[in-house]
């Protein structure tokens, strides 16, 4: 897994972000047994504690769970991790209309906008929300 960090958010926000993007793509595929915390923070190029901070949260939100001799492992609920994927593609489209709109585009501006780019003329209806 390739780690990317920016300066505009703590850094173990970032980890669980990025550790979603992974589950929810399958590069940690459901019920997988993740590496160890000093694993992934040596992969990821950060402290231990971080990298555990991150695991605790994502412990909590139930996308991972531990088995206490045998470590940490990605929930096999897949409900779960597509809810996680919504939640992902949510927040990325949030994102990508303010931006939009900060641009000065408007609603049907960006609805032809996303019809030219993904190729389908004669997309259905799509509702930004906008």
């Not at 590069?27 to 901070?53: C, H, I, K, Y």
């Not at 389908?120 to 930004?128: C, L, Q």
């Amino acid at each position: 897994m390739k780690w990317l960090f920016s300066n505009d958010a703590p850094i173990y926000t970032q980890l669980i972000q990025q550790i979603k993007v992974g589950i929810v793509s399958g590069a940690f595929p459901p019920g997988e047994r993740l590496p160890s915390v000093r694993d992934l923070a040596t992969e990821a190029g950060v402290n231990p504690n971080t990298m555990q901070r991150a695991l605790m949260e994502l412990e909590r939100d139930g996308l991972v769970y531990t088995q206490r001799t045998a470590g940490r492992f990605v929930t096999e609920d897949k409900n779960m991790i597509e809810q996680a994927k919504r939640s992902l593609a949510e927040r990325h489209l949030k994102t990508f209309l303010t931006a939009m709109l900060r641009l000065g585009f408007q609603r049907e501006e960006i609805i032809d906008l996303l019809r030219q780019e993904s190729g389908e003329e004669g997309m259905t209806h799509v509702d930004s929300g906008v």
